[in-house]
T-cell receptor, first 112, second 111 residues
Framework: NAGVTQTPKFQVLKTGQSMTLQCAQD?????MSWYRQDPGMGLRLIHY???????DQGEVPNGYNVSRSTTEDFPLRLLSAAPSQTSVYFC???????????FGPGTRLTVT | SQQGEEDPQALSIQEGENATMNCSYK?????LQWYRQNSGRGLVHLIL?????REKHSGRLRVTLDTSKKSSSLLITASRAADTASYFC???????????FGGGTRLMVKP
């Protein structure tokens, strides 16, 4: 199993651009989530999904959209990038609900 | 705001010593989890303790949970240089399906 994969690893955007961060898992996990981690800080939950077709907002959802059309994929869309969205983004999954999470390697995003 | 807060924020010890990190949280929980993050990497799950459990062990790790004080501790015994990392607690509260992380403890183990 590849586990949780994220692409791209690094991305630089200009203010106002949009992009999609990809996340996929091959473990048939129902629960998937997106976090952002700012320097020297913990993770903050952006959006999560308890199963295909179901998404919900986390602590810091503004400026981000998600969809869950399949069990495997959970893309995160930045609608109009802002410098405040410069961060490292982690995707995670678990069998069901927020139990033991398996994390992807992260995407380092810089918005200039 | 973050549910869990770790203490201390940073800890430096010698190899072979024990390391203790604490986590406090604010609301009733379903479970509490500890994760490790090596620099620049994703998080790795260490241990999950449910609200009806008081203590759990995994190898050199020992986690305690005191729901009356809304606190947990992670003890790493006989630390090694490879234990150098940041450690985070995360809580699943009873109100929903969110996992909320604390700010972490940066542990340095000197050889």
């Amino acid at each position: 199993n590849a586990g949780v994969t994220q692409t791209p690893k690094f991305q630089v955007l200009k203010t106002g651009q949009s992009m999609t961060l990809q996340c996929a898992q091959d473990m048939n996990h129902e629960y998937m989530s997106w976090y952002r981690q700012d320097p020297g800080m913990g993770l903050r939950l952006i959006h999560y999904s308890v199963g295909a077709g179901i998404t919900d907002q986390g602590e810091v959802p503004n400026g981000y959209n998600v969809s869950r059309s399949t069990t495997e994929d959970f893309p995160l869309r930045l609608l109009s990038a802002a410098p405040s969205q410069t961060s490292v983004y982690f995707c995670a999954s678990s069998i069901a609900g927020p139990g033991e999470q398996y994390f992807g390697p992260g995407t380092r995003l810089t918005v200039t | 705001s973050q549910q869990g807060e770790e203490d201390p924020q940073a800890l430096s010890i010698q190899e072979g010593e024990n390391a203790t990190m604490n986590c406090s949280y604010k609301t009733s929980i379903n479970n509490l989890q500890w994760y490790r993050q090596n620099s620049g990497r994703g998080l790795v799950h260490l241990i999950l303790i449910r609200s009806n459990e008081r203590e759990k062990h995994s190898g050199r790790l020992r986690v305690t949970l005191d729901t009356s004080k809304k606190s947990s501790s992670l003890l790493i015994t006989a630390s090694r240089a490879a234990d150098t990392a940041s450690y985070f607690c995360a809580t699943h509260n009873n109100a929903g399906n969110m996992l909320t992380f604390g700010g972490g403890t940066r542990l340095m183990v000197k050889p």
